[in-house]
């Protein structure tokens, strides 16, 4: 009797997150679809399964730096754990060279609460360099970018001490992996994070 009641109440709760991850992908469009793309293609790929919040201050981000004459493409988003473990492996078991020091589960990525991004040149390339000034103005193109995206609330991967990560950019709403790996959620409202501030 016991062992029925424990397995009703299973399948209950289970039905009970189906509702409510079918709710997300309606209630917040495109926060369940992953996208491979070209970087060398002229459109910019939808970046999806971000955090609302990341996802208001990405697209702020992308206007932002577009009104200094500055195109950025957002080169990585939202993480699956089978994705993170394929990027961690680069180096490891696999050929490359070492990437991330993040394991699936141990990357902002895996929660939606970080992106990467490069700078995108007039003929439609993508480049890394953080010395490039294609608007002229006499600053490094990547680090006009870097500090609109902390004005933003981003925090950047190239103040890390330890493995500086320059095209990472995250929003933690204070939460530790550790948080993040036991359930804690950021709020859902972008309004409840900024009266938090």
């Given at each position: 009797?016991?062992?029925?009641?424990?397995?009703?109440?299973?399948?209950?709760?289970?039905?009970?997150?189906?509702?409510?991850?079918?709710?997300?992908?309606?209630?917040?469009?495109?926060?369940?679809?992953?996208?491979?793309?070209?970087?060398?293609?002229?459109?910019?790929?939808?970046?999806?399964?971000?955090?609302?919040?990341?996802?208001?201050?990405?697209?702020e981000?992308?206007?932002?730096?577009?009104?200094?004459?500055i195109?950025?493409?957002?080169?990585?988003?939202?993480?699956?754990?089978?994705?993170?473990?394929?990027?961690?492996?680069?180096?490891?078991?696999?050929?490359?060279?070492?990437?991330?020091?993040?394991?699936?589960?141990?990357?902002?990525?895996?929660?939606?609460?970080?992106?990467?991004?490069?700078?995108?040149?007039?003929?439609?390339?993508?480049?890394?360099?953080?010395?490039?000034?294609?608007?002229?103005?006499?600053?490094?193109?990547?680090?006009?970018?870097?500090?609109?995206?902390?004005?933003?609330?981003?925090?950047?991967?190239?103040?890390?001490?330890?493995?500086?990560?320059?095209?990472h950019?995250?929003?933690?709403?204070?939460?530790?992996?550790?948080?993040?790996?036991?359930?804690?959620?950021p709020?859902?409202?972008?309004?409840?994070?900024s009266?938090?501030?």
């Amino acid at each position: 009797m016991i062992k029925r009641k424990k397995t009703t109440l299973f399948l209950v709760v289970a039905l009970l997150l189906a509702i409510f991850y079918m709710q997300l992908q309606t209630a917040i469009p495109g926060f369940i679809t992953d996208l491979d793309f070209d970087f060398n293609s002229k459109e910019t790929p939808e970046i999806t399964q971000l955090h609302p919040y990341v996802l208001q201050q990405k697209n702020e981000l992308v206007r932002l730096t577009k009104k200094k004459g500055i195109t950025i493409i957002i080169t990585d988003g939202y993480r699956s754990h089978e994705e993170q473990t394929r990027i961690y492996n680069k180096g490891r078991s696999t050929d490359g060279d070492i990437v991330t020091n993040a394991k699936a589960g141990e990357s902002l990525h895996n929660y939606g609460l970080a992106i990467d991004f490069a700078l995108r040149l007039k003929d439609g390339s993508v480049i890394w360099d953080m010395e490039y000034d294609g608007n002229g103005n006499g600053k490094a193109d990547w680090m006009e970018v870097v500090e609109i995206a902390k004005d933003l609330g981003f925090q950047w991967g190239g103040d890390w001490a330890n493995f500086p990560d320059y095209p990472h950019l995250q929003i933690d709403f204070g939460l530790s992996i550790r948080d993040l790996k036991r359930g804690k959620l950021p709020p859902m409202d972008a309004s409840e994070y900024s009266e938090a501030k």
